[in-house]
């Protein structure tokens, strides 16, 4: 973890894209004197994690970011990439969130291949179950994290720059502790995947279920049997309030027909068709138009509006939405012509 080679492998992952920041060129400048002396710190414990930046931004609900340094977030590379050789190999294939070869695409293939199966085809009714947990970030427990952890982790040295990192950050403090991670942290995400592997594990293990799929905290388990879906959520629910000290969002709670169209991850799945979901579709216009207003002020130049615009035709690719791929070429195509 904190040997000179990893740290400056970590550092070229970490701005890769990002030279043009001027906190990154700040840290570039002293690149070398800045490794040295936080792999110094590192290695004699005198590292230390400085305050965070706080701002918000709407994805489309407002959503509050914490920044982290420049230094800090180089530690959470450090960290999240020596963690992931360890934790990834044993999470679920269908843990699709952060994770090298999943996301939401891969997400959307998958729940398609369950959907043929559940349904044999077609023949079959088929619902689904979706649930997602209230306030996950905010609410996962530092304590239970680390003893998540610990439980793969001998290391007491890696441990004690892990547990600086989770005790940056709180929302509050509980009666069993402090809680909450922060949205942004390189390793929030694998520190999220840790503690829900709890429950992928008993979903799979205990209820034995079989078609199920987890993005983060947003889940999914598909049934031919409405009434077996509706008993899964007494002991779901118990699992995550007694196990994790989580609850599951009372208003995300859904049980859908697949005729009614599967929402997940972004998408609406039918039998014989994918749909985008309206807030993306939405989304996508207002920040395609934003991007556009921004290349006009000379803000970024033609070839990151283009990838923007194709990042955007990606997503429609995996749906069944070629009118309005046609339109969002046409529409970028008009403009540009007449710029």
Not at 34 to 45: M, R, W
Not at 292 to 315: F, H, N, T
Request: hydrophobic share 40%.
């Amino acid at each position: 973890m904190t040997s000179l080679v990893h740290i400056f492998e970590c550092w070229d992952h970490f701005s890769r894209g990002k030279r043009k920041r001027k906190d990154i060129q700040y840290f570039e400048r002293n690149l070398e004197d800045c490794v040295f002396q936080l792999q110094n710190d590192l290695i004699t414990f005198q590292y230390q994690h400085d305050a965070y930046e706080h701002f918000y931004v709407s994805d489309p609900k407002q959503r509050r970011i914490s920044k982290a340094s420049v230094k800090d977030r180089l530690v959470h590379q450090i960290v999240y990439e020596v963690l992931t050789t360890v934790f990834d190999r044993k999470f679920i294939f269908h843990s699709l969130s952060s994770r090298l070869g999943k996301g939401t695409h891969i997400g959307v293939t998958i729940l398609r291949r369950m959907i043929g199966k559940v349904s044999a085809n077609g023949k079959q009714p088929c619902y689904a179950l979706k649930m997602d947990i209230k306030r996950f970030f905010d609410t996962v427990n530092h304590q239970i994290l680390k003893t998540l952890l610990r439980k793969n982790i001998a290391d007491e040295k890696a441990l004690k720059i892990i547990d600086i990192i989770i005790d940056s950050f709180k929302v509050s403090d509980g009666p069993s502790g402090s809680v909450g991670i922060p949205l942004g942290n390189a390793t929030s995400q694998l520190f999220a995947n840790v503690y829900l592997h709890e429950l992928d594990d008993f979903i799979k293990q205990e209820l034995r279920e079989r078609y199920y799929l987890r993005y983060c905290d947003d889940f999914i388990i598909l049934s031919n049997d409405k009434n077996h879906l509706e008993s899964l959520i007494f002991p779901i629910r118990e699992f995550l309030v007694k196990k994790l000290q989580l609850d599951l969002h009372p208003k995300k709670l859904i049980i859908r027909k697949l005729t009614q169209g599967i929402d997940f991850v972004g998408y609406v799945l039918f039998f014989k068709h994918t749909l985008v979901r309206t807030r993306t579709k939405q989304r996508m216009k207002k920040r395609l138009k934003e991007a556009y207003e921004i290349y006009l002020q000379g803000k970024i130049d033609g070839v990151s509006l283009d990838q923007r615009l194709q990042s955007y035709l990606g997503i429609l690719s995996h749906a069944n939405q070629h009118a309005l791929s046609l339109a969002v070429k046409n529409a970028y195509w008009v403009r540009s012509q007449c710029n």
